[in-house]
């Protein structure tokens, strides 16, 4: 089942980007496509097959996987800059893009980075899963990398929250409600990620479908705005049709 | 709650023997195949009643009497009261007899005094005529009596709308004309109504300076606050395109 759940967030992330390619050559938003972009690439990483040649070509000691959770760092950060700007919530912008939010990003990918090399190299393994039976020092470090891998997912996710719920609470077109309402989802999967990190054992098995999850439900939200958008204009409601610009 | 087809044959059956639905189109003015199409349903529209009615020479009122839903509506009417009159005049015209009063010579330039009433509905009817005819308990008696919750009941008449069987149970529910509603809700003229003409012009001419203008007032602050939200709705939502479209 965990082995399927990869290919459900690449193909959902591939054929947002592909949707986006025609708007992004006229140059609307190319944010948008760069953030499926961002994101499909990000899924590619998260397979098996994909991540050993690749990781392979940068030297087989999982140096994919620091630069697939910088993707990931990336990734959300441009979706927090569109969403905070396009909601209107000039505080959570502030926690994302501003001085303390740009902070907030250097020392997450700092300690990530710095934890990364502290360890011994292991050998590729998809999501680093053996990179703790390599040594006992990387099996007391593994848990600081993953803190610091989806920390910043979560302090960027628990920022947007308010801004969203709030959007999904007022007098909007209802698909931009919706889509708002699948991005707080995906806040609420982030952060319940993180906490899974230090949860026990048992409850781990839910773990991909949760991290997958808040993937699809950030990327389904942005496909559901942007939907919303092209419905309203193919109807001559507000917004200027996309070809104007 | 549309009329039954079967109970509408009946009915135009009585009123147009001979004629054929393409005829009863035709004259009426109802499009061929939207009458087809509520025959096929079961389920036909007040306003066909009413628009048949019309072309037949018979008053809508009466003609929708003889339907079940509205029996009661066929009994003498009574006569509107001087607040659902004022209520069905348009703000603009508030305003034009505030500034003939004010200035009698000013204005129009016609030299004949303030320009007739335009027929009703106007941009705010249906809300203005609940509120003229509202006790405070009179949403709440049209939800228990309709079944129509209070929240579905509002939203129409913010939307300057209402089916036609809610404003006749508002109407019931309040003890005013049966048909005052359906003046409000743009369903049936004034004349159709029984309302004597004139009634409404009676009505304005009848209220002191001192009312007129806080009346004016309370429909002008009353629209200048939905036309800023709707100015946020419309400002908030072009954020979101320009972000997230």
Same mark, same amino acid.
């Given at each position: 089942?965990?082995?399927?759940?990869?290919?459900?967030?690449?193909?959902?992330?591939?054929?947002?980007?592909?949707?986006?390619?025609?708007?992004?050559?006229?140059?609307?938003?190319?944010?948008?496509?760069?953030?499926?972009?961002?994101?499909?690439?990000?899924?590619?990483?998260?397979?098996?097959?994909?991540?050993?040649?690749?990781?392979?070509?940068?030297?087989?000691?999982?140096?994919?996987?620091?630069?697939?959770?910088?993707?990931?760092?990336?990734?959300?950060?441009?979706?927090?800059?569109?969403?905070?700007?396009?909601?209107?919530?000039?505080?959570?912008?502030?926690?994302?893009?501003?001085?303390?939010?740009?902070?907030?990003?250097?020392?997450?990918?700092?300690?990530?980075?710095?934890?990364?090399?502290?360890?011994?190299?292991?050998?590729?393994?998809?999501?680093?899963?053996?990179?703790?039976?390599?040594?006992?020092?990387?099996?007391?470090?593994?848990?600081?990398?993953?803190?610091?891998?989806?920390?910043?997912?979560?302090?960027?996710?628990?920022?947007?929250?308010?801004?969203?719920? &709030?959007?999904?609470?007022?007098?909007?077109?209802?698909?931009? &409600?919706?889509?708002?309402?699948?991005?707080?989802?995906?806040?609420?999967?982030?952060?319940?990620?993180?906490?899974?990190?230090?949860?026990?054992?048992?409850?781990?098995?839910?773990?991909?479908?949760?991290?997958?999850?808040?993937?699809?439900?950030?990327?389904?939200?942005?496909?559901?705005?942007?939907?919303?958008?092209?419905?309203?204009?193919? &109807?001559?409601?507000?917004?200027?049709?996309?070809?104007?610009? | 709650?549309?009329?039954?087809?079967?109970?509408?044959?009946?009915?135009?059956?009585?009123?147009?023997?001979?004629?054929?639905?393409?005829?009863?189109?035709?004259?009426?003015?109802? %499009?061929?195949?939207?009458?087809?199409?509520?025959?096929?349903?079961? %389920?036909?529209?007040?306003?066909?009643?009413?628009?048949?009615?019309?072309?037949?020479?018979?008053?809508?009122?009466?003609?929708?009497?003889?339907?079940?839903?509205?029996?009661?509506?066929?009994?003498?009417?009574?006569?509107?009261?001087?607040?659902?009159?004022?209520?069905?005049?348009?703000?603009?015209?508030?305003?034009?007899?505030?500034?003939?009063?004010?200035?009698?010579?000013?204005?129009?330039? %016609?030299?004949?005094?303030?320009?007739?009433?335009?027929?009703?509905?106007?941009?705010?009817?249906?809300?203005?005529?609940?509120?003229?005819?509202?006790?405070?308990?009179?949403?709440?008696?049209?939800?228990?009596?309709?079944?129509?919750?209070?929240?579905?009941?509002?939203?129409?008449?913010?939307?300057?709308?209402?089916?036609?069987?809610?404003?006749?149970?508002?109407?019931?529910?309040?003890?005013?004309?049966?048909?005052?509603?359906?003046?409000?809700?743009?369903?049936?003229?004034?004349?159709?109504?029984?309302?004597?003409?004139?009634?409404?012009?009676?009505?304005?001419?009848?209220?002191?300076?001192?009312?007129?203008?806080?009346?004016?007032?309370?429909?002008?602050?009353?629209?200048? %606050?939905?036309?800023?939200?709707?100015?946020?709705?419309?400002?908030?939502?072009?954020?979101?395109?320009?972000?997230?479209?």
């Amino acid at each position: 089942m965990s082995e399927i759940l990869p290919w459900i967030t690449l193909v959902v992330c591939a054929g947002a980007a592909l949707a986006r390619l025609p708007s992004a050559v006229r140059g609307v938003n190319p944010t948008l496509f760069f953030i499926f972009l961002l994101a499909t690439a990000a899924g590619i990483l998260s397979i098996e097959q994909f991540y050993v040649a690749i990781d392979g070509a940068l030297g087989g000691i999982n140096i994919a996987h620091v630069v697939l959770r910088l993707i990931v760092f990336a990734t959300i950060y441009l979706i927090a800059v569109r969403v905070t700007k396009g909601f209107g919530a000039p505080d959570a912008h502030r926690m994302i893009a501003g001085r303390p939010g740009l902070a907030m990003l250097g020392i997450f990918s700092a300690a990530l980075v710095t934890v990364f090399l502290l360890m011994e190299p292991a050998a590729s393994s998809v999501r680093f899963r053996d990179a703790g039976a390599a040594s006992a020092r990387n099996e007391a470090l593994l848990p600081y990398y993953w803190a610091a891998a989806r920390g910043y997912l979560a302090y960027v996710s628990l920022a947007l929250l308010p801004a969203l719920l &709030r959007s999904v609470k007022e007098s909007l077109p209802p698909l931009v &409600r919706t889509g708002a309402a699948l991005m707080a989802a995906g806040a609420v999967a982030t952060v319940a990620g993180l906490c899974l990190e230090f949860a026990p054992p048992q409850i781990l098995v839910v773990a991909p479908a949760v991290n997958n999850g808040a993937v699809v439900f950030y990327i389904a939200g942005l496909v559901l705005v942007w939907l919303a958008r092209v419905k309203a204009a193919s &109807r001559g409601g507000h917004g200027t049709s996309s070809t104007e610009r | 709650m549309p009329l039954p087809a079967k109970a509408f044959q009946r009915w135009l059956h009585g009123v147009a023997p001979d004629a054929s639905v393409a005829d009863v189109a035709r004259a009426s003015g109802v %499009k061929r195949t939207t009458l087809a199409q509520q025959l096929v349903r079961g %389920k036909v529209a007040e306003a066909t009643v009413v628009g048949i009615s019309r072309a037949f020479n018979i008053n809508p009122v009466a003609a929708l009497g003889s339907f079940e839903p509205y029996r009661d509506l066929g009994k003498p009417p009574i006569p509107p009261t001087l607040q659902e009159l004022v209520s069905q005049i348009a703000t603009a015209d508030l305003l034009h007899a505030i500034i003939s009063r004010t200035e009698p010579d000013a204005g129009t330039g %016609k030299g004949t005094g303030p320009p007739g009433l335009s027929a009703p509905p106007h941009a705010t009817s249906v809300k203005n005529w609940v509120d003229a005819i509202d006790d405070g308990e009179l949403r709440h008696r049209v939800s228990t009596a309709t079944g129509v919750a209070p929240q579905n009941y509002s939203a129409q008449l913010t939307a300057n709308r209402l089916a036609p069987e809610l404003a006749v149970a508002t109407s019931r529910a309040a003890g005013v004309g049966l048909a005052s509603g359906l003046v409000a809700a743009g369903l049936v003229t004034e004349a159709e109504a029984g309302w004597p003409p004139g009634a409404r012009q009676a009505a304005l001419d009848s209220m002191t300076d001192g009312e007129l203008t806080v009346l004016a007032g309370e429909r002008l602050q009353a629209l200048g %606050k939905t036309l800023r939200r709707q100015e946020h709705d419309q400002r908030q939502t072009e954020t979101i395109w320009e972000n997230l479209g």
